[in-house]
């Protein structure tokens, strides 16, 4: 009886924390202006209620009866032992802190909203200094072994500390920064036909049907607009995603859509089944981030994926992109160059936005850097590793939503994503048999069944670096990622 | 201290309460069909998170505490009276109970949707027995004076019996017959311009259009599109409208814009800064019927609101109704004949519809009713009293969303706030100098300020009686909507 316990118990706190993922999704996606004070309430106290059941007496109870019980399978004993190290770590944390939290986080979601719009960092500042000061709390609450960075980088890459991903960033910038040496060197692409007319429903279908061609599943999921496109998911029959759409620039709505698709993609392949059990969940952010890019970067932005799906782009914008070939575009929407927006950059460049933010996180939660020196610090990395100007907050510091999230910790993981996908991404091309001919012709499956085989459907029953070992053989190597780099872009700039 | 504390967690069971109304909300617009099982599991324990919220043996020691405070002042008084109503009913039922209720429901609610669409009654029926069953239990957990079904309307319509329904009905009934009898033997108005083809995209501007005309808060609330128009509210600074558009039948928008905006407007006037508490709460569902209604018939049928807003419509819809003039506008969408769907059918024959469920009702609640003996009975009822024979199961026993809820004793307070309204409305004409006229001119302010400041901003302070009471400075009296309906039907039928 005792597993069965624990299991309803977790599928309780589950159906809460998706009911607040509701709530979050609904707030970014539908909600009126005037809600936004209730809806802060509303999600502050199911947080609250959720680390009730998260580090509720009954649950430790369960935890530790299980732990001695010989009789459990295999996945059980994995399920308990996650679960045992997470309430472990919960407990650290007093209700009133995690309320206090989610307060923290509301208000600074919306102050976030407006200061973007408005470009005015101002509104914003005493919010993220609200939150830097609460992360800290809970870096000290939650303790560390050498850099207070560690505890927040655990919540989403167990396992993972920041100086693995200094190390990881070090090893990995000279060949990269070589590379985009070559590139500049390089005559540029012209990619100026992205900057037309592109009629946003026209764009719009052209996106679902990309994520019918990945294999996303309409019966258990949705697409609809947001300021910042995500992914969200209520357990794997209901995993929505978001996009948004530019009139001015068609690569906007095309990125989201398959970069969402990908994650979207991971979360309805989990066991159904094993709702709420660390069985039925993604593995980490960076696995997640592996995903999503494995999608957008080595499928969405090779030329296989294109020779199917540009002669449809070019019925729907005849006008437009009539007389560009498809090698042309191919070359415009691979273009690299330093740039302002991260998610807008193209994948090699992308690498330096995440290093920038790592760095800022490092200082903001050593608290060697304040929300009031923010802008300017982020401004000095722009110049110093993009070698540009920031014209101002919205397109600077402000263009991304993580922080007013009280996500921090958290960015680091898309470059690791990046590595782990481009290394996924070539295991599958040496298993399974005409993979990229048949990517060339529209046919997605035989890549998706072998995702669902190796990743998917295993949910989270190892850690990111025991799956990278079952998939790959091997722990994660940025080689892998380099040599699709060079190859591709050797290419393509002629060298 | 208490009062506090006491607030505090109202204000805490209303959070989760309008988490799980946007649960229902999502499930009703948005949610793809696998979503199903995991949202029955969600609501399931949000409802029995509140369940026990409300029946919290802390929440017990404040109100005990607050009852014998002689320092509370009169609203502080009547709200924790109320509450203290609301705690011993609620304790009444267990979690357990509850949660079961809840699953029911979301089963219920899925089987319904999926039978009325394919005309298959069966589907619904075990799910419907089952919702029955728990009702019966319902009733006698919460125990009754009369009639079980006094129970179930006390959840509605606190202190009204159906002992008090049924009077009410029979002396009301014979007028309303004489009436009918009068209006079936003159000449019907020609309302075929109705059944042409109406642009979609054009009818839910209009709709929008008559929101805002009405004073509807878009920036406090949305409208989307559902099989079966409802308000939803998660605190007056969202509260949302549904409709549904059929381009082959002009008027199911407008009346369902129009009902909805009546329901919205009193949630949204309802005082912010009470936010969970009784006194932040609508009265009861007659009177919040009343508000429907009163915008829908009293105003959204009569001849005045239409010289406004008909040249609108007929500049949106020239080919449709450029030839129709206003006077044979008005007199077909107060055509009145016996017709099969309840939220189609006019203000008159309407009381038929709800009369035949309330005898429904009142049988399935003493158990001499199954569910699979329903449709027959339906059928038998709709012969009896409108005459007409009932084609099929969809257009039949399946029309409405309310026993797929859960919701039995709630059909009733629908003929309740017609007569509510008409009472009303006779008031704030004789009270607000120039109110037709103001409508007629496409201002509406002046009645939405008079209903503001003598029905919404009071919350929930008083029973429908008593509000009844202080602003017509009568008890409830079926006479008004007989006045009303004569002079109105005797107008446009010539006699």
Same mark, same amino acid.
């Given at each position: 009886?005792?597993?069965?316990?624990?299991?309803?118990?977790?599928?309780?706190?589950?159906?809460?924390?998706?009911?607040?993922?509701?709530?979050?999704?609904?707030?970014?996606?539908?909600?009126?202006?005037?809600?936004?004070?209730?809806?802060?309430?509303?999600?502050?106290?199911?947080?609250?209620?959720?680390?009730?059941?998260?580090?509720?007496?009954?649950?430790?109870?369960?935890?530790?009866?299980?732990?001695?019980?010989?009789?459990?399978?295999?996945?059980?004993?994995?399920?308990?032992?996650?679960?045992?190290?997470?309430?472990?770590?919960?407990?650290?944390?007093?209700?009133?802190?995690?309320?206090?939290?989610?307060?923290?986080?509301?208000?600074?979601?919306?102050?976030?909203?407006?200061?973007?719009?408005?470009?005015?960092?101002?509104?914003?500042?005493?919010?993220?200094?609200?939150?830097?000061?609460?992360?800290?709390?809970?870096?000290?609450?939650?303790?560390?072994?050498?850099?207070?960075?560690?505890?927040?980088?655990?919540?989403?890459?167990?396992?993972?500390?920041?100086?693995?991903?200094?190390?990881?960033?070090?090893?990995?910038?000279?060949?990269?920064?070589?590379?985009?040496?070559?590139?500049?060197?390089?005559?540029?692409?012209?990619?100026?036909?992205?900057?037309?007319?592109?009629?946003?429903?026209?764009?719009?279908?052209?996106?679902?049907?990309?994520?019918?061609?990945?294999?996303?599943?309409?019966?258990?999921?949705?697409?609809?607009?947001?300021?910042?496109?995500?992914?969200?998911? %209520?357990?794997?029959?209901?995993?929505? #995603?978001?996009?948004?759409? !530019?009139?001015? +620039? *068609?690569? &906007?709505?095309?990125?989201?859509?398959?970069?969402?698709?990908?994650?979207?993609?991971?979360?309805?392949?989990?066991?159904?089944?094993?709702?709420?059990?660390?069985?039925?969940?993604?593995?980490?952010?960076?696995?997640?981030?592996?995903?999503?890019?494995?999608?957008?970067?080595?499928?969405?932005?090779?030329?296989?994926?294109?020779?199917?799906?540009?002669?449809?782009?070019?019925?729907?914008?005849?006008?437009?992109?009539?007389?560009?070939?498809?090698?042309?575009?191919?070359?415009?929407?691979?273009?690299?160059?330093?740039?302002?927006?991260?998610?807008?950059?193209?994948?090699?460049?992308?690498?330096?936005?995440?290093?920038?933010? %790592?760095?800022?996180?490092?200082?903001? #939660?050593?608290?060697?850097? !304040?929300?009031? +020196? *923010?802008? &300017?610090?982020?401004?000095?990395?722009?110049?110093?590793?993009?070698?540009?100007?920031?014209?101002?907050?919205?397109?600077?510091?402000?263009?991304?939503?993580?922080?007013?999230?009280?996500?921090?910790?958290?960015?680091?993981?898309?470059?690791?994503?990046?590595?782990?996908?481009?290394?996924?991404?070539?295991?599958?091309?040496?298993?399974?048999?005409?993979?990229?001919?048949?990517?060339?012709?529209?046919?997605?499956?035989?890549?998706?069944?072998?995702?669902?085989?190796?990743?998917?459907?295993?949910?989270?029953?190892?850690?990111?670096?025991?799956?990278?070992?079952?998939?790959?053989?091997?722990?994660?190597?940025?080689?892998?990622?380099?040599?699709?780099?060079?190859?591709?872009?050797?290419?393509?700039?002629?060298?």
């Amino acid at each position: 009886m005792s597993y069965e316990n624990y299991t309803n118990h977790l599928r309780k706190l589950a159906d809460v924390n998706y009911a607040n993922a509701l709530l979050q999704w609904d707030q970014e996606v539908f909600m009126p202006e005037k809600g936004a004070a209730a809806r802060a309430s509303q999600q502050a106290t199911l947080s609250g209620i959720a680390h009730e059941l998260a580090t509720a007496p009954v649950l430790g109870g369960f935890i530790k009866e299980l732990l001695a019980d010989n009789t459990l399978t295999a996945l059980q004993r994995s399920n308990v032992e996650r679960t045992a190290k997470e309430f472990e770590k919960r407990n650290k944390f007093s209700t009133q802190f995690v309320e206090e939290m989610s307060m923290a986080i509301s208000a600074g979601f919306q102050a976030w909203q407006v200061a973007k719009k408005d470009n005015n960092y101002a509104i914003f500042e005493p919010k993220l200094q609200k939150l830097i000061d609460l992360k800290r709390r809970e870096v000290d609450l939650a303790g560390y072994d050498e850099h207070p960075y560690d505890a927040l980088l655990d919540d989403y890459e167990p396992g993972t500390t920041a100086a693995d991903v200094k190390e990881l960033f070090d090893n990995f910038k000279p060949g990269l920064k070589t590379l985009l040496d070559k590139i500049f060197a390089a005559e540029k692409p012209d990619d100026s036909f992205f900057k037309q007319h592109f009629n946003k429903d026209t764009q719009w279908d052209f996106g679902i049907d990309l994520l019918k061609q990945m294999g996303y599943d309409f019966s258990a999921g949705r697409q609809d607009i947001s300021a910042h496109p995500f992914t969200v998911s %209520f357990g794997s029959g209901d995993v929505r #995603v978001t996009t948004r759409v !530019s009139e001015s +620039d *068609l690569t &906007e709505m095309i990125w989201s859509c398959i970069h969402e698709g990908g994650h979207a993609l991971y979360e309805q392949g989990l066991p159904e089944g094993d709702y709420g059990l660390p069985s039925g969940e993604a593995v980490s952010l960076a696995i997640h981030e592996s995903q999503s890019r494995l999608w957008e970067n080595n499928v969405g932005r090779s030329r296989g994926f294109w020779e199917f799906n540009y002669p449809m782009l070019q019925s729907r914008f005849g006008h437009q992109l009539g007389n560009v070939p498809l090698d042309a575009f191919y070359k415009a929407f691979n273009r690299v160059e330093p740039s302002l927006i991260r998610t807008s950059a193209d994948e090699l460049t992308y690498h330096f936005h995440i290093i920038i933010r %790592f760095e800022l996180e490092l200082a903001m #939660v050593e608290g060697t850097l !304040s929300a009031k +020196d *923010l802008p &300017e610090a982020w401004n000095a990395k722009y110049k110093e590793y993009l070698g540009i100007d920031v014209p101002n907050y919205s397109q600077g510091v402000l263009q991304d939503v993580h922080w007013s999230h009280g996500s921090m910790g958290y960015f680091s993981t898309y470059s690791l994503g990046s590595l782990y996908a481009a290394q996924f991404y070539a295991q599958a091309v040496s298993e399974v048999p005409g993979l990229e001919s048949s990517i060339a012709t529209g046919q997605t499956a035989p890549l998706l069944n072998w995702l669902r085989d190796k990743i998917h459907n295993k949910g989270r029953n190892l850690t990111s670096r025991q799956v990278c070992e079952m998939v790959t053989g091997k722990p994660l190597d940025a080689k892998y990622f380099m040599d699709y780099a060079n190859k591709k872009y050797g290419n393509i700039y002629g060298f």
